[in-house]
């Protein structure tokens, strides 16, 4: 079964904005806490935000007022919306799931493929 499915990334140029979702199954969306990941080539996956069923929002230093990650608990969709994109925020971007209380050390859901942002400057 796969547990979430990312979508919206793409080529874009220096400045612009981008929209990805995520899909995630309901098991694992309910009353969790969703979270963004990213990858760049040749480095770790890295925090980017994630936010509470009760919408507490967190984010990374490098895309605080710049991002802002929302969810819709109809759909058990979570979205991140990247405002002012820079070459640095080009990455694979991946979401998952943790229990409310716990931490990232244990996702919920199986890294996926992900969705590429490319951001040109």
């Known amino acids: 079964q796969v547990q979430v499915v990312e979508s919206g990334g793409g080529l874009v140029q220096a400045g612009v904005s981008l929209r990805l979702s995520c899909q995630a199954s309901g098991s694992i969306f309910t009353g969790s806490t969703m979270g963004w990941f990213r990858q760049a080539p040749g480095k770790q996956r890295e925090f980017v935000a994630q936010i509470s069923d009760g919408h507490t929002t967190y984010y990374a230093r490098s895309v605080k007022g710049r991002f802002t990650i929302s969810r819709d608990n109809a759909k058990n969709t979570v979205y991140l919306q990247m405002n002012s994109l820079k070459p640095e925020d080009t990455a694979v971007y991946y979401c998952?799931?943790?229990?409310?209380?716990?931490?990232?050390?244990?996702?919920?859901?199986?890294w996926g493929q992900g969705t590429q942002v490319t951001v040109s400057s």
């Open positions: 998952n799931s943790r229990r409310f209380g716990g931490d990232w050390s244990s996702p919920l859901a199986t």
